[in-house]
């Protein structure tokens, strides 16, 4: 049993060192081709590289004995209690309770609440996301249990919030459409991936894979269309523009991107227990609910529970890696080219640290394991993976791009629905609802702090820019494009499944 463990976490070991690959070659070539200097803390970026790889192999090896099956089973004992208002109140409680305490939500808050001069209240901010993410669930299970196709919801939450962009103030609207890529935990996502899987897989005449995937993607929605409204509420009642404290506003940046640029060992305890909040309203979710309304034994409880353990040892050792060598290098990278005013070379890093890092992001690898595996091997997880990253990889170069430029957000988002919809009509139904959750596994624990760091760097250090009006948004567009990429990729598969087929 001890070998057989032991052989399993090697291979997940190694494939997560094999994830980290890109991240380091990137980071090497922009080091000594570009910034033309080695590290001063060399030693401490190879060990949190290290620390990346084993926290990423026990986060898998935890999904797998905890999250997933709790998830799965969970979904089962509520299609057979059949109790609608149950069901419906539990995914709105997920929803809510795992939204309220992700970091880097509470991050987006109070960086906007610091450069907004206060007009926009970090508390009602997290409540208003967190409310948006609680409908959000229960709207994407009750389309499970009603069969409805997900395109219908997706294209009509599209439509209602470009009309509602119309009327935000534009600096609600950069911040409104990242939050719908920061709402996500790199726990959650597994966790609802597998209720929404299990759901589905419970009730006749449901499809695991046409069905079960798409909740992710409700959550990433409506929170734009929830923040803007709250933006809109708050610039009627204090209409006086957000310009008069823009160097409040440039500090506060400064301030929130350069705070983690050095890595403090004291800090190691605090990030274990900030691992430890953000999964415990989960897992007092899920035993409420199991206990107090299931009322039933949670099948396997000693294997979940060190799943569980595993997954927040995971978590842990993949944040302290990130602290100790990538988020300084690539923070720094990110500051120092937009210091050298070359913009081919910003986007260059855009789309190659884009790429990079969402081929090690947790919540992608837990959903495209998930994926393979509900479609018995139609969708290749590897190919998934690099097809969400090639996504988020142009989204970002593209964000860059409407930074430098100074172009309007919505525009270029309208048109990305509008790429979506058409492309939703070609593509075969089994891909779409994972296209549309793939958006919302993109910005998680890796992703969002280098994005943000590059998009409010950018916004700091090019004249003429706002750091509120156009620093946010570099999330919105690494959640857009992945949903192009993934349907190109189902279309060219089915073309060459018939294909094989008339040959």
Do not use: C
């Not at 305890?269 to 899920?286: C, E, Q, R, T």
């Not at 099948?299 to 799943?307: E, F, K, Y």
């Amino acid at each position: 049993m001890i070998s057989e463990s032991a052989r399993i976490f090697w291979e997940d070991l190694k494939n997560a060192f094999k994830d980290l690959v890109p991240i380091v070659a990137v980071v090497a070539f922009f080091q000594i081709a570009v910034v033309r200097a080695m590290p001063e803390n060399l030693v401490s970026i190879a060990a949190g590289l290290f620390i990346v790889a084993v926290g990423l192999a026990l986060f898998i090896r935890g999904l797998e004995l905890g999250i997933f099956p709790i998830g799965e089973n969970l979904a089962t004992d509520f299609a057979r209690k059949g109790s609608f208002f149950w069901l419906m109140l539990f995914a709105f409680a997920i929803g809510f309770s795992t939204t309220v305490a992700e970091p880097a939500l509470i991050a987006i808050a109070e960086k906007a609440a610091s450069i907004s001069a206060g007009k926009i209240d970090a508390f009602f901010l997290r409540m208003t996301v967190a409310s948006s993410v609680g409908f959000a669930i229960a709207l994407g299970v009750l389309r499970i249990l009603t069969g409805h196709p997900i395109q219908y919801y997706i294209i009509a939450g599209y439509i209602l919030v470009v009309l509602i962009t119309f009327f935000a103030p534009e600096e609600i609207v950069g911040l409104a459409y990242d939050s719908g890529g920061v709402t996500t935990s790199t726990v959650t996502v597994p966790l609802v991936a597998a209720l929404g899987i299990g759901l589905a897989g419970s009730i006749k005449g449901r499809n695991p894979v046409v069905d079960g995937f798409g909740l992710i993607a409700f959550a990433s929605l409506t929170p734009m269309i929830f923040v803007q409204i709250y933006g809109i509420a708050v610039y009627a009642l204090f209409p006086q523009g957000a310009h008069e404290s823009l160097v409040a506003m440039e500090e506060a940046v400064r301030g929130t991107v350069e705070a983690r640029t050095v890595f403090e060992w004291s800090e190691v305890f605090w990030d274990l227990l900030a691992v430890v909040k953000d999964v415990a309203p989960i897992l007092a979710v899920i035993f409420f609910f199991q206990y107090g309304v299931i009322r039933k034994k949670v099948p396997r409880l000693q294997r979940i529970a060190v799943g569980i353990v595993l997954v927040i040892l995971g978590l842990y050792a993949f944040i302290l890696g990130l602290e100790m060598g990538l988020f300084p290098i690539g923070e720094t990278i990110a500051f120092q080219l937009t210091a050298m005013k070359n913009d081919l070379l910003i986007y260059l890093f855009g789309f190659l640290i884009g790429f990079s890092t969402t081929m090690a992001e947790p919540s992608l690898l837990a959903i495209a394991i998930k994926a393979e595996e509900v479609s018995e091997g139609r969708i290749n997880d590897t190919v998934l993976r690099v097809a969400v990253a090639l996504g988020v990889a142009v989204g970002i170069a593209l964000g860059a791009y409407r930074i430098v430029t100074g172009g309007p957000l919505h525009y270029y988002i309208i048109v990305g629905y509008l790429i979506v919809i058409v492309l939703t009509h070609f593509a075969p139904r089994y891909i779409i609802p994972i296209a549309y959750d793939s958006g919302g596994v993109t910005t998680s624990t890796v992703t969002v702090p280098l994005v943000a760091a590059l998009g409010l760097g950018l916004a700091e250090n090019i004249e003429g820019r706002n750091p509120l009006v156009d620093g946010f948004g570099l999330i919105a567009f690494a959640s857009l494009f992945p949903m192009m990429t993934v349907m190109g990729y189902g279309i060219y598969a089915d073309y060459l499944a018939k294909k094989e087929r008339e040959g």
